[in-house]
Nanobody, 123 residues
Framework: QVQLVESGGGLVQAGGSLSLSCAAS????????MAWFRQAPGKERDLVAS???????YYAGSVKGRFTISRDNVNNTVYLQMNSLKPEDTAIYYC?????????????????WGQGTQVTVSS
């Protein structure tokens, strides 16, 4: 069992930056691939970025060049640095963990989920 707790969400103006963190506990962190998903109101939950156990990375096209995913296996934390934020980035952001990583692996690949953190970007 893995527990995931996100933090760092909030309100920011367009063009600004936010850094999300996801602290994991309950199991050996470095055996898991990690990902960030987001869900905007009335929309499906979509993959934003993921990082494998070997630190291979994938980014959705809409965030590539603006967001950076990283992991700290000593502190059992995964991060999402978000720069040049746009109003369309407004969503609840979820951290997820799974044992198998693929470049475009969606929700079924991730067994454990955090509760989410709200990110709101004003225009």
């Amino acid at each position: 069992q893995v527990q995931l707790v996100e933090s760092g969400g909030g309100l920011v103006q367009a063009g600004g930056s936010l850094s999300l963190s996801c602290a994991a506990s309950g199991h050996i962190f470095n055996v898991y691939a990690m990902a960030w998903f987001r869900q905007a109101p009335g929309k499906e939950r979509d993959l934003v970025a993921s990082i494998s156990q070997n630190e291979d990375r994938y980014y959705a096209g809409s965030v590539k060049g603006r967001f950076t995913i990283s992991r700290d296996n000593v502190n059992n934390t995964v991060y999402l640095q978000m720069n040049s934020l746009k109003p369309e980035d407004t969503a609840i952001y979820y951290c997820a963990a799974g044992l198998l990583w693929g470049r475009r692996s969606g929700e079924p690949a991730y067994k454990y989920w955090g509760q989410g953190t709200q990110v709101t970007v004003s225009s």
